[in-house]
């Protein structure tokens, strides 16, 4: 059981370059979250999904576009990365949408971008 | 937005020493839970807590959900080596993992 997986793990970009992160997840959550962390900001939201079909700004949503494609897999898409969004990324997913019990954040590993 | 104030930001101690760290926030929370990330993985849910006063234990772990909803505690007995890494509290008002709200962690460091 893989649970969720990102990729790439790592990743340089130049300014206004773009790229997707890919993320998927084999234990039949329906829902999806992508975050960045940054340091000594914890982890904020970037955009989520709570079931397939359906996407939703979080947070911290400029500067991103997400797709669902399949209840398996939710990207994030950087169309002209800027410096400021250096961070590391991580994807999430959850049993259930709308309620916290027993239903906790299962996390990737992370994907580590530098925007120079 | 909303924040959530966890302390402290990090943390050296002797291996055996006990810990403790709490997060605090001006808004009354309904669930509050604590996760731990190891250097270069992702944050892994270690305990979470749904009812006001309720106190949780998951081995040398104990947390609890503070009596006016504004605050969390996790304690840890006995630090062993592998205690290393970064605790996050988090805080959820509504029932929708949307709203989850994340501390900006403790960084512990256990010295053998």
């Known amino acids: 059981n893989a649970g969720v997986t990102q990729t790439p793990k790592f990743q340089v970009l130049k300014t206004g370059q773009s790229m997707t992160l890919q993320c998927a997840q084999d234990m039949n959550h329906n829902s999806m979250y992508w975050y960045r962390q940054d340091p000594g900001m914890g982890l904020r939201l970037i955009y989520y999904s709570a079931s397939e079909g359906t996407t939703d700004k979080g947070e911290v949503p400029n500067g991103y576009n997400v797709s669902r494609l399949n209840k398996r897999e939710f990207s994030l898409r950087l169309e002209s990365a800027a410096p400021s969004q250096t961070s590391v990324y991580f994807c999430?997913?959850?049993?259930?949408?709308?309620?916290?019990?027993?239903?906790?954040?299962?996390f990737g590993n992370g994907t580590r971008l530098t925007v120079t | 937005g909303q924040q959530l104030n966890q302390s402290p930001q990090s943390m050296f101690i002797q291996e055996g020493e006990d810990v403790s760290m709490n997060c605090t926030s001006s808004?009354?929370?309904?669930?509050w839970l604590w996760y731990k990330q190891d250097p270069g993985e992702g944050p892994v849910l270690l305990i979470a807590?749904?009812?006001?006063?309720e106190l949780t234990s998951n081995g040398r772990l104990t947390a609890q959900f503070g009596i006016t909803r504004k605050d969390s505690f996790l304690n840890i007995s006995a630090s062993i080596p592998s205690d290393v890494g970064i605790y996050f509290c988090a805080g959820l008002r509504g029932g929708s993992q949307g709203n989850l709200i994340f501390g900006k962690g403790t960084k512990l460091s256990v010295k053998p």
């Open positions: 807590l749904y009812k006001a006063g």
């Open positions: 808004s009354i929370f309904n669930t």
């Open positions: 999430a997913s959850s049993e259930a949408w709308g309620r916290a019990y027993n239903s906790p954040l299962h």
